[in-house]
């Protein structure tokens, strides 16, 4: 999910979206992928008009695109690479206050994962696949992409909340996936969440994406592993916990026990679970969004 608002930088996917052409084109590949040559018969255009539009809505990251030889010849062929867009509009006035604060995916303070697993710096892969030793290398403190088959990893975020401030609600988002031996676009996996000890509910990753490669990956970056996920965005408030604004547990803000000094946040793949296909987190550096997790509090205080 793309998470948007009236920031100037995203002037060109505001663009794409302002088309009916290019709404068109959303609507043909909900359906299935399709080459550019498929597109324009569908809508009674041209290849070269379909191939402009295409490239305004790879711009604004709602499609991917791929070259596939087939019969003889090559195509580019188009597929979403989003589930929604949610714009944040500018507020008149609130009488909340926030922290917010990002943490790089190696600076996991906590884990227990097993194979398939691996771990990623922008510059090399840190020692070798399949091997949980390696996450407790110095330089994992630098990595932008991290993945493992079962077990969890665990952040700590300092909490600058003092007495008289009351969290009124939390955001935790992530650019998260399967994890699939090589990829797997169909690769379901059930990946669950904790904060400060408490569950907040689990999300099914539907796959483990590579298919095109991830905007922002390096050039060095195998094309046969994970490229990309899904942007997820956990709000825990005060009438439950939801991921992309839908409902994900009955879980309230005030049922989580806070710390003193920080929040710890647990993404786990549980061995019994229903759908045990691992996890792979993104960070900046890898796959499409150039961001690592930002841990956002709200709160009230009584000295306004």
């Known amino acids: 999910m793309i998470q948007a608002n009236t920031d100037k930088r ?11 052409v290019r709404l068109s084109i959303l609507d043909l590949l909900a359906k299935r992928t399709l080459n550019v040559k498929e597109i324009a018969a569908s809508l009674g255009l041209s290849s070269a008009i379909v191939t402009m539009h295409v490239r305004k809505l790879e711009t604004a990251g709602l499609v991917s695109t791929r070259m596939v030889r087939k019969d003889g010849g090559t195509h580019k062929m188009c597929e979403l690479s989003q589930e929604a867009v949610h714009i944040e509009l500018p507020r008149l006035s609130s009488s909340l206050k926030s922290h917010e604060i990002s943490v790089p995916i190696g600076h996991y303070t906590s884990f227990d994962v097993y194979p ?19 996450f407790l290398e110095p330089e994992r403190m630098n990595a932008g992409i ?19 401030q009351r969290p009124a609600a939390i955001e935790i988002a992530m650019e998260l996936g399967s994890e699939a031996p090589g990829t797997n676009e169909h690769w379901p996996s059930d990946i669950s969440f ?7 509910g689990t999300w099914t990753s539907p796959g483990d994406f590579g298919q095109s490669r991830g905007r922002y990956s390096p050039d060095w970056w195998p094309e046969w592993v994970n490229q ?20 994900l547990s009955s879980v309230v803000i005030d049922d989580i026990m806070p710390d003193r000094n920080v929040w710890t946040f647990r993404i786990a793949v549980q061995e019994g679970a229903e759908h045990v296909g691992g996890a792979t987190l993104f960070g900046s550096g890898f796959g499409n969004y150039n961001q ?11 000295n306004g």
């Not at 398939?116 to 390696?134: H, N, S, V």
């Not at 991290?146 to 008289?164: A, D, I, M, R, S």
């Not at 904790?194 to 907040?200: D, I």
Request: a negative charge; one cysteine or more; aromatic letters at 16%.
């Open 146 to 164: 991290l993945w493992f088959g079962h077990g969890y990893v665990e952040y700590k975020f300092p909490n600058y909340l003092v007495p008289g």
């Open 292 to 302: 690592d997790i930002l841990f956002k509090i709200m709160y009230q205080s009584s």
């Open 228 to 247: 990309y996920g899904l942007l997820k965005m956990i709000r825990i408030q005060s009438d439950g916990t939801y991921m992309d604004g839908q409902l």
């Open 116 to 134: 398939t697993c691996g771990i990623a710096t922008k510059e090399k892969i840190i020692g070798q696949f399949d091997d949980p030793r390696f």
């Open 10 to 20: 995203w002037l060109p996917l505001y663009e794409a979206l302002a088309s009916e």
């Open 194 to 200: 904790e904060l400060n000890g408490k569950a907040l």
